[in-house]
Nanobody, 119 residues
Framework: QVQLVESGGGLVQAGGSLRLACAAS????????MAWYRQVPGKRRELVTS???????NYADSVKGRFTISTDNAENTLYLQMNSLKPEDTAVYYC?????????????WGQGTQVTVSS
């Protein structure tokens, strides 16, 4: 089973940028999809962006034009470049990976990394 470790979170002022990384324990080239989610206390975890094995991407309306998802297959790493950050982007950010074993889809989560945007 794959392990995922996020890094890159922190405190940033509104308008600033951060880049999150999610390092996988094995080759991500044949993963079905990978994604970034975020969650604030008392609310459901929400999808921020995803990338499928063919490279197609999907973004939540709230982050379109500001966030960019990408992968580095050589480094087995998923990235999230976050620009023009807003206080409402404050959350714990989680990466997720969907892999297929036989006929079973398995979702794996990272431990999360805190992003705090000050106004």
């Amino acid at each position: 089973q794959v392990q995922l470790v996020e890094s890159g979170g922190g405190l940033v002022q509104a308008g600033g940028s951060l880049r999150l990384a999610c390092a996988a324990s094995r080759n991500i080239f044949n993963f079905y999809a990978m994604a970034w989610y975020r969650q604030v206390p008392g609310k459901r975890r929400e999808l921020v962006t995803s990338i499928a094995t063919g490279g197609s991407t999907n973004y939540a309306d709230s982050v379109k034009g500001r966030f960019t998802i990408s992968t580095d297959n050589a480094e087995n790493t998923l990235y999230l470049q976050m620009n023009s950050l807003k206080p409402e982007d404050t959350a714990v950010y989680y990466c997720a990976a969907d892999t297929v074993t036989g006929a079973t889809m398995v979702r794996t989560w990272g431990q999360g990394t805190q992003v705090t945007v000050s106004s």
